[in-house]
C-alpha cells in the first residue's frame, strides 16, 4: 500500500530564510507526487506536480527516486507563504486513488 | 466557472443517526472523489467516482457509502453515526480520471454528539 510521510507537524522560519518542507512516500510503482497548500480561510489548492517540473510562487519540489522523497523548497520565505501544506501521491495505473501526508504548518515569522 | 460546492457546510447529528453529504463538482467534471480530514490523520481517502461508478474506495468501514448521478453530482452517506467520525469531509473534482489534479470544495464539517 502506498504511504506519504511528512515527518514535521509545524515548521517555523524567518522571512527571508529558505524553507525545506519535507515529504517522503512508499510505493511499489511508478507515482506521480504533488504539493497542495491551504492558505487560511480558503479551500485546499494544487500548488504544483513533479511531472510539470515548474516552480510556483517560487516554490520547486524534486522527485529523488533513489530516496523516495519529494521535498518543498523555496529560497526566501515570504510571510503570504504561511499555510499549510500536503504532499500527496498518485497511484500509476488503474483507478485514481491519491493518498495525501498528514500535512506540515509552515509559519513564517516577520 | 463555479467551484466544488459542498452542502451542508455544518451539521450536528447524534450517535446512531445517518447523514448524507452533497458534492456539485465544477461544470464539465466527471471525476468526484471524497476525503474524511481530521486533525490527526489528515486527509483520508474515502471513495472515487467515475461516470456513476464507484472506481475506488479506501479502507473506511461499510457504514460509508456513496453515488453519483448522471450530472456528476455526487452524494456521501454515513449510517449508524459514531463520535469519531466527527470530521471535515471533502469532496473534489477533476476533469478526467487518473490526473491526480485536484479541485477541492469547502467541505461539511459533521459534528456527532
Known amino acids: 500500500a502506498q504511504r506519504v510521510t511528512q515527518p514535521e507537524k509545524l515548521l517555523s522560519v524567518f522571512k527571508g530564510a529558505p524553507v525545506e518542507l519535507k515529504c517522503n512516500y512508499s510505493?511499489?510503482?511508478?507515482?506521480?507526487l504533488f504539493w497542495y497548500v491551504q492558505y487560511s480561510r480558503q479551500r485546499l489548492q494544487l500548488l504544483l506536480r513533479?511531472?510539470s517540473r515548474e516552480s510556483i510562487k517560487g516554490f520547486t519540489a524534486d522527485l529523488n527516486k533513489g530516496e523516495t522523497s519529494f521535498h518543498l523548497k523555496k529560497p526566501f520565505a515570504q510571510e503570504e507563504d504561511s499555510a499549510m501544506y500536503y504532499c500527496?501521491?498518485?497511484?500509476?495505473?488503474?483507478?485514481?486513488?491519491?493518498?495525501f501526508g498528514t500535512g506540515t504548518k509552515l509559519q513564517v515569522i516577520p | 466557472k463555479a467551484g466544488v460546492t459542498q452542502t451542508p457546510r455544518y451539521l450536528i447529528k447524534t450517535r446512531g443517526q445517518q447523514v448524507t453529504l452533497s458534492c456539485s463538482p465544477i461544470s464539465g467534471h466527471r471525476s468526484v472523489s471524497w476525503y474524511q480530514q481530521t486533525p490527526g490523520q489528515g486527509l483520508q481517502f474515502l471513495f472515487e467516482?467515475?461516470?456513476?461508478?464507484?472506481?475506488n474506495k479506501g479502507n473506511f468501514p461499510g457504514r460509508f457509502s456513496g453515488r453519483q448521478f448522471s450530472n456528476s453530482r455526487s452524494e456521501m452517506n454515513v449510517s449508524t453515526l459514531e463520535l469519531g467520525d466527527s470530521a471535515l469531509y471533502l469532496c473534489a473534482s477533476s476533469p478526467i480520471q487518473n490526473t491526480g489534479e485536484l479541485f477541492f470544495g469547502e467541505g461539511s464539517r459533521l459534528t456527532v454528539l
Open positions: 467516482y467515475f461516470s456513476e461508478t464507484q472506481r
Open positions: 500527496a501521491l498518485k497511484t500509476s495505473g488503474g483507478y485514481q486513488k491519491v493518498t
Open positions: 510505493y511499489s510503482g511508478s507515482p506521480e
Open positions: 513533479h511531472i
